[in-house]
Nanobody
Framework: QVQLVESGGGLVQSGGSLRLSCAASKIIFRVYTMGWYRQAPGKQRELVAAITSGGSTDYAESVKGRFTISRDNAKNTAYLQMNSLKPEDTAVYYC?????????WGQGTQVTVSS
């Protein structure tokens, strides 16, 4: 079955950096748009960043200039480099793979930014 496994979350001080990884299996990774979403307590899940199969990227306004999404099709892995982290970035971060009518989610990884 399809698996998306996130890693790289943790506790970091404000201003610090983290790199999230999303390893995919049992999908034709290169054709999928990969996205990172996050959900903070009491809030709706929101799109943080996405990268298409062609490499086009899109970011939430709140993370532009701080976060970078990338992908390595040879490794079936998507990444989210997060710099200049703020306490408001604290959330569970989820990986998403989407193409046509198919979409898959990872289990999430916690990112906590202390002030």
């Amino acid at each position: 079955q399809v698996q998306l496994v996130e890693s790289g979350g943790g506790l970091v001080q404000s201003g610090g950096s983290l790199r999230l990884s999303c390893a995919a299996s049992k999908i034709i990774f290169r054709v999928y748009t990969m996205g990172w979403y996050r959900q903070a307590p009491g809030k709706q899940r929101e799109l943080v960043a996405a990268i298409t199969s062609g490499g086009s990227t899109d970011y939430a306004e709140s993370v532009k200039g701080r976060f970078t999404i990338s992908r390595d099709n040879a490794k079936n892995t998507a990444y989210l480099q997060m710099n200049s982290l703020k306490p408001e970035d604290t959330a569970v971060y989820y990986c998403n793979a989407k193409t046509g009518t198919r979409a898959y989610w990872g289990q999430g990884t916690q990112v906590t930014v202390s002030s």
